[in-house]
C-alpha cells in the first residue's frame, strides 16, 4: 500500500469521525450552525486526501489542477453569495437547487470516470457504481430544477401531464434507461449505452417531478434530497471516497424517513404523490365548496385586548409568515407578552410552508427559543386548555375538514386542533384558499375571528397595542 494512500485512509478516518460529530450537532438548533461548519471542515478534508492520492499514484496535470482550483473558488463565491442573499421565501427553492447541483456533481464525476477509464476502475462495481450515479445523479439535477422552477413561479404544469398519458412517457422512458443501464453493465464501457442512460434518466426526473403541484412539495424536496444522497454514495465508490459514501448513505437513509414522516403528516403515500399528481388537483370532488357567509373580523386592538387576559397562547405559523418576512417582529409580540407572565408555544405541523422545517429555520432565525417549538403530536392536547391561539398564514393544516368531512381531499390528514382553544385568531391577507383549493371551516366557528392584513403590518400593530396597554414594561 502507498504512503499516499494511506495518507488518503487516515484523512477520511479523520474526516468521518467530523461528520458524525458534525450530524450530531444538527440535532439542536444551537449546535446546528457549528455543526454545519464542521461537516464542511469534514468534507473539504476529504477532497484533500483524495487529490493527496491520485497526486501520490500518477500525479495530477496543470490543466487539472487549474480546472479544480476554478471550480473550487467559482463554486465557494456562488454559495456564499446565495447564503447571504437568499431570502427565507425562497429557501425552498434554495434546497431543491442544493439537491440538484449535488445530483448533477454526482453526474459528473460518474461520467467523468466513465469517459476516461484510467480516471477509476473498470469492474463490474465500478460500473455498477457509475451506472447508479449516472441514472440517480440525473433524476435528481433535473428533477430538482423542475421542483425549483415550480416553486418559483417560473413553470406550470401542462394540462397532458395531468392525463394518465404521462404514465405511459414515464414508464417508456424508464424502459430506455434500464436498457441503457443493462448495456452499459454488459460491455463495461460505451459512450452510446451511457449517455442514452443520461438522457432518459434526466427526462425521467423531468416527467415524474413536472406533474406534482404545490402541496406535495414538502414530500419531493425531501425525497430529491434522499436521490442526492444516493447519488453521492454511489459516486463514492465510483472515485473511491470512504466518506462519500458514508455522507451519502446518511442522507440517503434520513431522505427517506423524512419523506415518509412527510407522507404520515399528510396522510398520503408516497406512490399516490409521485403518481397521483398534485393534492390540490384532486379537490374538485367535493368537501368544503362554496362561498364564506359566517366570518367575523376584528383589529388589532381587539385581538391585543384578548391577548392582554391570556394565561397560555399558541402560535402556529404557516408560510403566509414567511412570504411577510414577520418572524423578527412576531418575536418581539411574544417577547411582550412573556414579560407580562404570558405562556407562550409555537405549534409546528410537518409539512407547514414549503419544505420540511420550514418553520422551524423561520422561528431560529429570529432567536424563538427551540423548547417552544412543539410537534403536533405534542401540541394538540393542549389546545382546549390554550385561551388564545394566533394562526399566521396558516391554512390547510389547521381545517376542521380533515377530521369531520368524509368528502373533502384533506380527510384524514392529521391537523392541528387550534379550533378547541377558546379563541382563534387567524391572521390573512384575504380569504384565498390554501394549496388545496378548497375553504377552511375553522374561519366560520364562533370562536374564530379573522384580522385581515399582511401579517407583518399587523403583528406590529398588535405589538403597539400590546405596549399600549402596558405590556413589555417590566
Same mark, same amino acid.
Given at each position: 500500500?502507498?504512503?499516499?494512500?494511506?495518507?488518503?485512509?487516515?484523512?477520511?478516518?479523520?474526516?468521518?469521525?467530523?461528520?458524525?460529530?458534525?450530524?450530531?450537532?444538527?440535532?439542536?438548533?444551537?449546535?446546528?450552525?457549528?455543526?454545519?461548519?464542521?461537516?464542511?471542515?469534514?468534507?473539504? &478534508?476529504?477532497? &484533500?486526501?483524495? *487529490?493527496?492520492?491520485?497526486?501520490?499514484?500518477?500525479?495530477?496535470?496543470?490543466?487539472?489542477?487549474?480546472?479544480?482550483?476554478?471550480?473550487?473558488?467559482?463554486?465557494?463565491?456562488?454559495?456564499?453569495?446565495?447564503?447571504?442573499?437568499?431570502?427565507?421565501?425562497?429557501?425552498?427553492?434554495?434546497?431543491?437547487?442544493?439537491?440538484?447541483?449535488?445530483?448533477?456533481?454526482?453526474?459528473?464525476?460518474? &461520467?467523468?470516470?466513465?469517459?476516461?477509464?484510467?480516471?477509476?476502475?473498470?469492474?463490474?462495481?465500478?460500473?455498477?457504481?457509475?451506472?447508479?450515479?449516472?441514472?440517480?445523479?440525473?433524476?435528481?439535477?433535473?428533477?430538482?430544477?423542475?421542483?425549483?422552477?415550480?416553486?418559483?413561479?417560473?413553470?406550470?404544469?401542462?394540462?397532458?401531464?395531468?392525463?394518465? &398519458?404521462?404514465?405511459?412517457?414515464?414508464?417508456?422512458?424508464?424502459?430506455?434507461?434500464?436498457?441503457?443501464?443493462?448495456?452499459?453493465?454488459?460491455?463495461?464501457?460505451?459512450?452510446?449505452?451511457?449517455?442514452?442512460?443520461?438522457?432518459?434518466?434526466? @427526462? *425521467?426526473?423531468?416527467?415524474?417531478?413536472?406533474?406534482?403541484?404545490?402541496?406535495?412539495?414538502?414530500?419531493?424536496?425531501?425525497?430529491?434530497?434522499?436521490?442526492?444522497?444516493?447519488?453521492?454514495?454511489?459516486?463514492?465508490?465510483?472515485?473511491?471516497?470512504?466518506?462519500?459514501?458514508?455522507?451519502?448513505?446518511?442522507?440517503?437513509?434520513?431522505?427517506?424517513?423524512?419523506?415518509?414522516?412527510?407522507?404520515?403528516?399528510?396522510?398520503?403515500?408516497?406512490?399516490?404523490?409521485?403518481? =397521483? =399528481?398534485?393534492?390540490?388537483?384532486?379537490? =374538485?370532488?367535493?368537501?368544503?365548496?362554496?362561498?364564506?357567509?359566517?366570518?367575523?373580523?376584528?383589529?388589532?386592538?381587539?385581538?391585543?385586548?384578548? *391577548?392582554?387576559?391570556?394565561?397560555?397562547?399558541?402560535?402556529?405559523?404557516?408560510?403566509?409568515?414567511?412570504?411577510?418576512?414577520?418572524?423578527?417582529?412576531?418575536?418581539?409580540?411574544?417577547?411582550?407578552?412573556?414579560?407580562?407572565?404570558?405562556?407562550?408555544?409555537?405549534?409546528?405541523?410537518?409539512?407547514?410552508?414549503?419544505?420540511?422545517?420550514?418553520?422551524?429555520?423561520?422561528?431560529?432565525?429570529?432567536?424563538?427559543?427551540?423548547?417552544?417549538?412543539?410537534?403536533?403530536?405534542?401540541?394538540?392536547?393542549?389546545?382546549?386548555?390554550?385561551?388564545?391561539?394566533?394562526?399566521?398564514?396558516?391554512?390547510?393544516?389547521?381545517?376542521?375538514?380533515?377530521?369531520?368531512?368524509?368528502?373533502?381531499?384533506?380527510?384524514?390528514?392529521?391537523? @392541528?386542533?387550534?379550533?378547541?382553544?377558546?379563541?382563534?385568531?387567524?391572521?390573512?391577507?384575504?380569504?384565498?384558499?390554501?394549496?388545496?383549493?378548497?375553504?377552511?371551516?375553522?374561519?366560520?366557528?364562533?370562536?374564530?375571528?379573522?384580522?385581515? =392584513?399582511?401579517?407583518?403590518?399587523?403583528?406590529?400593530?398588535?405589538?403597539?397595542?400590546?405596549?399600549? *396597554?402596558?405590556?413589555?414594561?417590566?
Amino acid at each position: 500500500m502507498s504512503a499516499s494512500l494511506i495518507l488518503k485512509y487516515a484523512i477520511e478516518l479523520v474526516a468521518v469521525l467530523l461528520l458524525a460529530l458534525g450530524i450530531k450537532g444538527l440535532s439542536k438548533v444551537r449546535s446546528a450552525r457549528g455543526a454545519n461548519q464542521l461537516a464542511a471542515v469534514a468534507m473539504a &478534508l476529504a477532497v &484533500l486526501g483524495l *487529490l493527496i492520492n491520485y497526486a501520490g499514484d500518477g500525479g495530477i496535470a496543470a490543466t487539472a489542477w487549474i480546472w479544480i482550483i476554478a471550480g473550487t473558488l467559482a463554486g465557494g463565491i456562488l454559495g456564499a453569495i446565495t447564503a447571504q442573499r437568499v431570502p427565507m421565501t425562497s429557501m425552498p427553492e434554495t434546497v431543491a437547487l442544493f439537491n440538484g447541483c449535488g445530483g448533477m456533481s454526482s453526474l459528473l464525476v460518474a &461520467l467523468g470516470v466513465a469517459l476516461f477509464p484510467e480516471a477509476g476502475g473498470s469492474d463490474l462495481v465500478a460500473v455498477v457504481s457509475i451506472v447508479v450515479s449516472v441514472f440517480v445523479g440525473a433524476i435528481t439535477f433535473t428533477g430538482s430544477i423542475v421542483a425549483m422552477a415550480k416553486l418559483q413561479g417560473w413553470l406550470s404544469t401542462p394540462a397532458w401531464m395531468q392525463s394518465r &398519458l404521462r404514465h405511459a412517457v414515464n414508464i417508456a422512458l424508464a424502459v430506455l434507461s434500464l436498457v441503457a443501464a443493462v448495456k452499459l453493465i454488459a460491455s463495461g464501457e460505451g459512450a452510446q449505452g451511457l449517455w442514452l442512460l443520461v438522457i432518459g434518466s434526466g @427526462l *425521467l426526473g423531468i416527467g415524474v417531478t413536472l406533474p406534482i403541484g404545490g402541496a406535495d412539495m414538502p414530500v419531493v424536496i425531501s425525497l430529491l434530497n434522499s436521490y442526492s444522497g444516493v447519488a453521492a454514495a454511489a459516486a463514492g465508490f465510483v472515485v473511491g471516497s470512504q466518506l462519500l459514501i458514508v455522507a451519502g448513505a446518511m442522507v440517503g437513509a434520513a431522505g427517506l424517513i423524512l419523506t415518509q414522516v412527510m407522507c404520515d403528516g399528510m396522510n398520503r403515500s408516497l406512490v399516490s404523490v409521485l403518481f =397521483g =399528481g398534485a393534492l390540490g388537483a384532486t379537490s =374538485g370532488g367535493g368537501g368544503g365548496g362554496g362561498e364564506y357567509t359566517n366570518i367575523t373580523s376584528c383589529s388589532a386592538e381587539e385581538c391585543a385586548l384578548t *391577548l392582554e387576559a391570556a394565561e397560555r397562547v399558541i402560535i402556529v405559523p404557516g408560510y403566509g409568515l414567511a412570504v411577510a418576512q414577520a418572524q423578527h417582529t412576531l418575536r418581539e409580540v411574544t417577547r411582550v407578552l412573556e414579560s407580562a407572565g404570558i405562556d407562550v408555544a409555537y405549534a409546528i405541523h410537518p409539512v407547514a410552508g414549503r419544505m420540511p422545517g420550514h418553520m422551524n429555520v423561520l422561528l431560529a432565525e429570529a432567536d424563538v427559543p427551540y423548547e417552544q417549538l412543539k410537534e403536533m403530536d405534542q401540541i394538540n392536547p393542549e389546545f382546549p386548555a390554550t385561551d388564545v391561539v394566533l394562526v399566521l398564514g396558516a391554512n390547510d393544516v389547521v381545517n376542521p375538514q380533515a377530521k369531520n368531512d368524509s368528502s373533502s381531499p384533506l380527510y384524514g390528514m392529521p391537523v @392541528l386542533d387550534v379550533q378547541e382553544a377558546r379563541t382563534v385568531f387567524v391572521v390573512k391577507r384575504g380569504m384565498s384558499a390554501g394549496y388545496s383549493g378548497i375553504k377552511n371551516d375553522l374561519f366560520e366557528l364562533a370562536n374564530t375571528s379573522m384580522v385581515f =392584513g399582511d401579517a407583518k403590518k399587523v403583528l406590529g400593530d398588535l405589538l403597539t397595542e400590546l405596549k399600549d *396597554l402596558g405590556l413589555g414594561k417590566k
